[in-house]
């Protein structure tokens, strides 16, 4: 049954081999896509044809053939079926789409914005899941909190300590990146893609960039893409260090919080050392990277990650022996393996609670040169299991790093200094980049024109707020702050 | 005897500071941070005092009176024990219970304060602290019994002071479990770890942090100053029932009172540094713990009359 168009991921194909399929075929495709072995990794609204009318347009993953198929089906009357319900996985992206196209998912169990609380022609509500009872009550939490973090509101029905319910309402942070796309690629649209997520600055902008060279038929060369893989997995690095370190923080011990801190501002620092940003700004463009490692730099880093994966190992190997820390990660904020499956969570958190998803594993290709890569999985799906995903990542990406470095090859790091300021005409093209929080997918289609025509930007944390809602579910309240630091998701991310 | 209330005074004075100077200290140390000077607690509050004060609309009186009630309860318990051999200012029989008592109202005024601004990070800050409270004062009540029992002294001067080396001649074994149980208390009531995380900023977790989150400026400074004279209360508690003072000079005593007190602020910075917060739930069971511990003790004695 699949008429879905198979294609790589980093590759483009002209729109019109896109089937246009009927509303029920559509449906049948998402909804049937988990018991066939995918999953949704992107579902939105394409302007289509001459008109411009939007048509649903969906990015299905197969792993184990590690290809993408995707398909469209025609809105019509601005409504169509809801598949929320046969597929939670949809549920945020259904959402989306309603809010920025004035259209209705019928039959959507929670139809309610996603980032834009004041629509002009509000069909959809804004109240949040509330229980009754006696000694029931509602704890409200943020948007401003108390430390320097990121703006999200968390309404949680308690009942003493316990969590019954957690419900996370987001979008404070909404820019309209995407919206900002159409038309380009301009000369800010590298700047926009390395600031719609900053600590993911590197996996976005390699994310983007694949998409342009699939546009423009022109692959990276072989240095450049060894010198991106090296800066995603140091980003990797110092994203994990600082999550274990926070992660200690929060359960109050001291050591390897105070130790992490540090060693994630080292490995920032090896990142600066490779682009003169601790966040890897200005290091990714198409064809490749903008600026080349000198065997005297790669020397001088190969040395900071000797000392820093030392220092790493002893600070986080306490964790692990110490009971009291242990006690405070286990079996706390569990999410079972079917529910991770059904709510379509990725990296390390889909990973902790046993799916084997990793577009390094599956969508690749060469990415990661001759480096045999671990795909890491663990069953528990606790604190604790994230967190230990997150280190086993991490001993993984040290070696990487200082494999990668020894055997850079030789050659040019990009292969034109100037993008085009017009791609191929009528094509569209996915691109899947692995994050240190999870599956990045950027999907594009471009007009007759060259230019784009619709720019799709799912960050990982789309995908697995829901997880962190659910791994709440009959929980001590004062468990949050470490179930959502284990998660550690972006908001800038989601809000777009 | 001057040199004795001289040095009793200057130790009321500078120990609560310093308790709190040590134990920033050797938490960064551990963490392998130069820390902040040992006298940064009073920068603090003098600069907390220069600060103004916002209300909240929904708060009275009650969210005022909190912090002013919680600091004289404070003092009031630190007047009425001993320091090493030198008595208490205020001495009297049965002034045990005074003592329990006024920091039992100090905690009622902290928790009601809380209540008073009907933030739900308050409220549960709040239940937690009574939680815990209702738990701390038995253990407590339990050990004094033990003390007045063991050295036959009605007050808490003649309890701590001198009689405490014949004391641990006679039922060792009793006061080694109220030492322990007090142990636990003092690490409950200062909201130390493993009960509580004092710097932490997450509201969700906190017990006493959580009281206090909307108390600014000079209100706030009357609750740090509250804290650390508490803290240095149950520190001396503990040094009194620990250190056998015996035939030491007056004066020699009170030093040596400090210098336990400091001791057990090195204790707590060195149990911060190396110790994961409990899980809330886990909180009242430790508690428990040291209530039974203490009944324990209370048993032995009886066992030994």
Known sequence: MTSLLTIRNGTAAPLRTIPILGAVEFAEAVVGAPARGRRVASLFALPWGTSRAPHLAVVLAHDDAGVLECGVTEIVGHRFASMTESCPEVHLFE????????????????????????????????????????????VAVGPVHAGVIEPGHFRFQCHG??????????????????????????????HQIETLAGDTTIGHAIAYCQLIEALIEEPATA????????????????????????????????PTASFCGRLRGDLLNMTALLSGNRFGRGLVRPTGVALDCEP???????????????????????????????????????????????????????????????????????????????????EAGDVFSRAYVRWLETRWALDFVRARLLGLPDGPIRARENVPSTLGASLFAVSLVEGWRGEICHVAATDDGGRFLAYKVVDPSFHNWMGLQMALRDQQISDFPLCNKSFNLSYCGHDL | MLLSVLLHGFACLAGPVLMVGMIQRTKAVFAGRRGPPL???????????????????????????????????????????????????????????????????????????????????????????????????????????????????????????????????????????????????????????????????????????????????????????????????????????????????????????????????????????????????????????????????????????
């Open chain 1, 95 to 138: 959402r989306e789409i309603a809010e920025n196209w004035s259209v209705v998912p019928e039959g959507h169990p929670w139809l309610k914005p996603v980032r834009r609380w004041q629509t002009p022609n509000d069909t959809t509500t804004a109240e949040f899941f509330q229980m009754a009872g006696d000694e029931i009550h509602e």
């Open chain 1, 161 to 190: 300590e316990h969590v019954f319910h957690l419900e996370i309402a987001l979008g404070y942070q909404h820019r309209g990146i995407e919206g900002a796309l159409v038309g380009g690629p301009k000369k800010r649209t590298i």
């Open chain 1, 223 to 254: 240095r450049g893409r060894t010198l991106r893989a090296i800066a995603l997995e140091l980003e990797r690095l110092a994203n994990h260090v600082g999550d274990l370190g926070a992660l200690a923080g929060d359960v109050g011990f001291l």
């Open chain 1, 296 to 378: 005297a730099r790669g020397q001088m880093l190969l040395e900071r990650l000797h000392a820093a994966a030392r220092d790493i190992e002893d600070a986080v190997s306490l964790l692990w022996t110490s009971p009291s820390v242990m006690s405070r990660f286990e079996e706390v904020g569990r999410v079972t393996t079917a529910t991770a499956r059904s709510l379509g969570l990725v990296g390390p958190a889909a990973r902790a609670s046993g799916l084997a998803r990793d577009v390094r594993a599956h969508h690749a290709g060469d990415f990661f040169g001759a480096s045999p890569f671990d795909l890491v999985t663990n």
């Open chain 2, 39 to 305: 006298l940064q607690f009073v920068s603090d509050l003098l600069k907390l005092f220069r600060r103004g004060v916002v209300l909240s609309r929904t708060t009275s009186w009650v969210f005022l009176a909190g912090p002013v009630i919680g600091l004289v309860t404070a003092a009031l318990a630190l007047l009425l024990l001993p320091l090493g051999r030198h008595a208490a200012w205020l001495s009297f029989e049965g002034d045990f219970v005074l003592f329990a008592c006024a920091l039992g109202l100090g905690r009622f005024f902290t928790v009601a304060a809380a209540l008073d601004t009907g933030s739900p990070f308050e409220g549960m800050g709040g239940a937690r602290e009574v939680t815990l409270g209702a738990l701390a004062e038995p253990a407590l009540f339990m050990g004094f019994m033990v003390l007045a029992r063991a050295t036959d002294a009605g007050s808490l001067s003649d309890m701590l002071g001198g009689s405490m080396t014949a004391a641990w001649r006679e039922s060792g074994a009793s006061l080694t479990a109220i030492g322990l149980s007090w142990c636990l208390v003092l690490l409950a009531e200062n909201a130390r770890i493993p009960f509580d995380d004092p710097t932490t900023h997450l509201e969700l977790t906190m017990i006493h942090e959580a009281m206090i989150l909307d108390h600014t400026g000079p209100f706030l400074a009357l609750i740090f100053l509250a804290s650390s004279l508490r803290l240095f209360v149950f520190s001396l508690l503990l040094v009194g029932l620990v250190v056998p003072f015996g035939t030491l000079e007056t004066p020699v005593s009170v030093l040596v009172a400090l210098a336990g007190a400091l001791a057990v602020a090195l204790s707590i910075g060195i149990v911060e540094s190396v110790l994961a917060r409990l899980r809330l739930v886990q909180v009242p069971k430790l508690m428990v713990a040291s209530v039974l511990m203490a009944a324990f003790g209370a048993v032995l004695l009886v066992g030994n009359a």
